[in-house]
């Protein structure tokens, strides 16, 4: 049974970072991609990134671009998201899923972790 657990989540200062991390159990991580997906109070949930299973391609929102990073160690059955220049509107709970890549695009994975809240406020 896919198991994921989120931990990371904390309260920052605009500009600061946070890293993310995503345990995974009960399956074996290299058979599966892996994204990131936050939800914001009051609004709905949105993907963040993700990163495919067979070459590590990575994909991100545009609204992160160029400020997170996803990451994985197959090995560790690890998953983290660094997040750099965090800004207020980057405030969510943030949730791991894991599945086939399509289907973290649609934003419709099979499985979810419990979700680590972020707060970015001075």
């Known amino acids: 049974q896919v198991h994921l657990v989120e931990s990371g989540g904390d309260l920052v200062q605009p500009g600061g970072s946070l890293r993310l991390s995503c345990a995974a159990s009960g399956f074996i991580l290299d058979y599966y991609a892996i994204g990131w997906f936050r939800q914001a109070p009051g609004k709905e949930r949105e993907g963040v990134s993700c990163i495919s299973r067979s070459d590590g391609s990575t994909y991100y929102a545009d609204s992160v671009k160029g400020r997170f990073t996803i990451s994985r160690d197959n090995a560790k059955n690890m998953v983290y998201l660094q997040m750099n220049s965090l800004k207020p509107e980057d405030t969510a709970v943030y949730y791991c899923?894991?599945?086939?890549?399509?289907?973290?695009?649609?934003?419709?994975?099979?499985?979810w972790g419990q979700g680590t809240r972020v707060t970015v406020s001075s």
């Open positions: 899923a894991a599945d086939r890549l399509h289907s973290l695009v649609a934003g419709t994975p099979g499985s």
